[in-house]
């Protein structure tokens, strides 16, 4: 399975400013079809996970332009412009190139 | 608007089953496959598995093939995953969501919180 390692863990940071997640796969997740399948998605507490991002810069429906997503191959990059309260919880990457579809493990956007 | 609508939450003995359902709405039900996904709490996510509901193809992760069984039902919209003799390790959240392979899960429902304990 295509491990893929999110970081930082955790990330503090104070309303207004930007963060940057960054997220790693064990393996380049081009497709054969020549797309790459890295998916963003933000889950806050008690909620279902929501996408934001798919193939790797698409913003989803609804989705603020306050979100970028960037990258190829293997590293990948999640940026939030101007950080609002609404944006706290957790991010997780998710690749679904290859079977079976993989996530990394979350990080938490927290206020510092 | 896009609705997947999960049942409720499920407590269960050791060695018990469970059988739980996704009711979609607002899309054509047979153009999407339908995943479940596992989250254990504080936990990453999962991919159990996944049936076509058109063609009534099925594709299981490894991990969960002795342990989900997975069912469609056209002509009420409604997935439904059936998990079998449970154990502590399958407390968890289960999730359903949609998909157009191998584009990413867009959708997904509110999330079956399934307990179980003696």
Known sequence: DVVMTQTPLSLPVSLGDQASISCRSSQSLVHSNGNTYLHWYLQKPGQSPKLLIYKISKRFSGVPDRFSGSGSGTD????????EAEDLGVYFCSQSTHVPPTFGGGTKLEIK | ????????????????????????????????????????????????????????????????????????????STAYMQLSSLTSEDSAVYYCTRRI?????????????????S
């Open chain 1, 76 to 83: 990948f990059t999640l940026k939030i412009n101007r950080v």
């Open chain 2, 101 to 117: 392979n191998p584009d990413a899960m867009d959708y997904w429902g509110q999330g079956t919180s399934v307990t179980v304990s």
């Open chain 2, 1 to 76: 608007q896009v609705q997947l609508q999960q049942s409720g939450a499920e407590l269960a003995r050791p060695g018990a089953s469970v059988k739980m359902s996704c009711k979609a709405s607002g899309f054509t039900f047979t153009t999407y496959t339908m995943h479940w996904v596992k989250q254990r709490p504080g936990q990453g996510l999962d991919w159990i598995g996944y049936i076509n509901p058109s063609s009534g193809f099925i594709n299981y992760n490894q991990k969960f093939k002795d342990k989900a069984t997975l069912t469609a039902d056209k002509s009420s």
